[in-house]
Structure formats: C-alpha cells, structure tokens
C-alpha cells in the first residue's frame, strides 16, 4: 500500500515566490522592484486565511494520526511564523541589496559629476541621472517604511488568533524578529 504524502499546507495562492534572484536592474526598475515586493507580501496580506488553512490541515494530520505531538493551534502557529519569519528576512535583504545599489549608484555619478567640470552638457545630463536615483532611493525607502506598517499588521492578526505564542528561545532569528515588533 502506498504512503499517502500529507499534503502541502495552504494554498499555492498565498505561498510565498520562489526565490528571485534581485539584481541592480531589478533595482533601478521601480515597477518590477514593487512588483516584487507585493508578491513576496501576499503571505502577509493573508495572514488570517493562511492560520485558518494551516490550522485545519494541522487538525486534519491529527485525525490521520500523521502529527507530532503537542497542540495543534500551538503548532500551526509555530509553522505560520516560521513562514513570516522567512518572508520578512527575504524583503529586508532585498529591499537593503536595493537600498545599496541605488546609494552606489547615485555616488558613482556624484564622482563623475566632479570630473565632467567643463563640459555643461555632460554634468546636466548626470544631474538628471543623479535626480532619477534619488526619486529611486526615496521610493525604495518608502517602501521600508511601508514594511514596518505589513508587518505590524500581520504581527497584530497573528497574534489575534495566536494569543499564547512566543518563539522558541532556541530560535534566535525568530526571537529577534518577535522582539523588534514588540518594542514600542
């Protein structure tokens, strides 16, 4: 008889991307750069529809005698955050790599800016440049700011149905994360 896989938690509508190689053109191109930022947000934009889903598979397992021990509310709540944990760090890396990218950029044309002393042409154009990467750098920090306000928000919906979790101690990273959204 064959062993029946238990099946993948969720749907595939709110799993997280695979992960996307980010470039400096994926940078610099503030469409596609948004564009990723709101699929890797999509976990976050449902968050409750995902506890339910992983609540119920978690029971499901329980009744098929496929799950380990302890609460299932308690482990579905552990596998959710685990989840937001992941998907928070693979933001905050891009959206720094990004952050980076555009700060190098907007220096390298300061420099040439200084090179280019006699020729008008040349350092207009570069300005302009240098102009366009600045709206780049505010928009890329904007949408640091914005994170902070996806994450409360999904901190506060988790927390809603998950009123007794806390990360495991031995969880470092996830200890950090939890005790970054609780400070005031």
Avoid at 156 to 173: G, H, K
Wanted: glycine share 2%; proline share 4%; aromatic share 8%.
């Amino acid at each position: 008889m064959p062993s029946k896989q238990p099946p993948t938690l969720g749907s595939l509508a709110v799993q997280a991307p695979s992960l996307v190689h980010v470039s400096p053109s994926t940078c610099h191109n503030l469409s596609l750069f948004k564009d990723l930022l709101k699929e890797y947000r999509r976990l976050d934009d449902t968050i409750t529809m995902r506890l339910n889903r992983t609540n119920a598979q978690f029971r499901d397992r329980d009744r098929a005698g496929t799950s380990s021990k302890g609460n299932i509310q308690d482990q579905a709540c552990a596998y959710v955050w685990k989840e937001l944990v992941e998907n928070w760090k693979r933001r905050a890396e891009m959206m720094n790599y990004c952050v980076n990218i555009v700060d190098q950029s907007m220096e390298e044309k300061r420099k040439s800016l200084t090179s280019e002393e006699g020729d008008a042409r040349a350092q207009r154009k570069t300005q302009a440049a240098i102009f366009a990467d600045e709206v780049k750098r505010n928009q890329v920090h904007n949408e640091l700011a914005i994170e902070k306000i996806v994450q409360q928000r999904s901190i506060d919906a988790f927390q809603s149905r998950c009123q007794y979790f806390s990360p495991p101690l031995t969880d470092a990273e996830a200890r950090k994360w939890w005790d970054a959204l609780h400070m005031p």
